[in-house]
């Protein structure tokens, strides 16, 4: 139950954090402290709707419902990065925040509560702690790493993070148009899997980070790649006029 | 005499288009259940190259998550509900599957053949 725990945590928590990072390294609205706990405590009143309406949710439209919710976060999520680099507008990245906490944290919400026996509390709180923690020191690390290259005048490695970190987000609402049949595609070939499996931590890492799949499907890479030059061509028109 | 032709006609041209919509929409789908954290049955066979359909029903009182980085799919599964996840079409092979919440326990395989050889 503790390495479980610890794992848990670490998955749902990751994006959290490395989105909060990334929108305060690669746009101009960094969010103060104040404002990131009241995304996060709406955010959470999200999550617990979720733990309570889920099963209502997944049931509805003929089983797609708790997908077709997860698809509308995340291509609002993509939309909000967007408009938060373009704007700065440190609203736009609350609201993004927010929107992820409810994403991914109501996993972890439904995991606390449904394991949460008194027998298994003591380990379940151990292994979320350190799951915390693992995810705050990773995303401290991030933080000043981003930090240097920012310092190295290389802004155009902190666009593209962003961008392909949001691109990520289409490829997963694609995946979940594939699992419930909203769309279909073609098996492509690829298999990465003897390169840098997903199970590995490199791997967990570069999907959280860049949607890293080893094994793509030919939806998800297209629509990874309309996203990342959607994304950029956004935010570079925004540039261009701002000259 | 003109509406036993067109009758005719219409059975003659609705018959295949009503065979082939059915050959379109077939889906194969196969049902696994989840009790005291365990997927039954752990092996599911599937044919290549096909879509199919994977019905799970969580007979659990707690929540679980079907997880499988091999497959692409991700899906909470609510207790005591069921839930339907489509696969494919894929290659011959193994694809693990786990429930996130309990993997040491929850692990199960879609086992892929070419059609003559799935069961």
Known sequence: M??????????????VTVLWVLLAQCTNAALPLKTTLIALSAGLVGCFG????????ASSFDYRGFELL???????LFCLMIATKRTGHTALAALAFGLAVVLYLHHLASFAFSYSKPADGQTLAIGTSLGVGICLSFSILLFFFLDWLKSKHLPWLLLLLLALHGASKVSIALDLALQVDLISAARLEIDLRQIVDEHSVVGRVLRVLVGYEATPNAATLAGFGGALITFLGCTYWRTAHAK | MLRTKVSSLSFALGLPLATCSFALWAEESYTIILKNHLFTPAHVEVPANRKVKLIIENQDPQVEEFDSFDLNREKVLFPNRKSVIYIGPLAPGEYSFFGEFSPNTAQGIVIVKEPNNAS
Do not use: H
């Open chain 1, 2 to 15: 503790l390495l479980n725990a610890v794992v848990v945590s670490v998955n749902q928590l990751l994006p």
């Open chain 1, 50 to 57: 979720i733990w309570f309406l889920g099963g209502e949710i």
């Open chain 1, 70 to 76: 997860q698809i509308g976060l995340l291509l609002s």
